[in-house]
C-alpha cells in the first residue's frame, strides 16, 4: 500500500521560504510520476508542481521561477522549495504520486503566509 508524509508547512511572512517534504512508502518511487497540489478555501484543488521518475518538471504559471521541486529518489521523498512566498499561496499542499494510472494522495499541510 503506497502511503505519502508530508512535512514542512507552516507559517512565513510575504517573501519569505519554506521547502515541504513528502515521503512515500510501499512502492518503488524512483518509476512514478510524483508532485504537489494546493487547495485554498474555498477553492477548487490546483496543480503546483510535477516531476517525473526520470526528473522532468512541470509548473504552474503562477508559481514558476518561485517554486521548485525535486526528488532524491534512494530517499522515495519529493521536495517543493517555496521561495518569494505571495499572500495567496496561502493553502494546504497535497503531495501525490501517479502510480499506473491510481493517483495516491498525502493528508495535507498546511502553508500559511500572513504578515
Known amino acids: 500500500q503506497v502511503q505519502l508524509v508530508e512535512s514542512g508547512g507552516g507559517l512565513v511572512q510575504p517573501g519569505g521560504s519554506l521547502r515541504l517534504s513528502c515521503a512515500g512508502s510501499?512502492?518503488?518511487?524512483?518509476?512514478?510520476?510524483m508532485g504537489w497540489y494546493r487547495q485554498a478555501p474555498g477553492k477548487e484543488r490546483e496543480s503546483v508542481a510535477t516531476?517525473?521518475?526520470?526528473?522532468?518538471?512541470f509548473y504552474a504559471d503562477s508559481v514558476k521561477g518561485r517554486f521548485t521541486t525535486s526528488r532524491d529518489n534512494a530517499k522515495n521523498t519529493v521536495y517543493l522549495q517555496m521561495n518569494s512566498l505571495k499572500l495567496e499561496d496561502t493553502a494546504v499542499y497535497f503531495c501525490?504520486?501517479?502510480?499506473?494510472?491510481?493517483?495516491?494522495w498525502g493528508q495535507g499541510t498546511q502553508v500559511t503566509v500572513s504578515s
Open positions: 501525490f504520486c501517479n502510480v499506473r494510472g491510481t493517483v495516491y
Open positions: 516531476i517525473s521518475g526520470r526528473g522532468t518538471t
Open positions: 510501499g512502492g518503488i518511487f524512483s518509476l512514478y510520476t
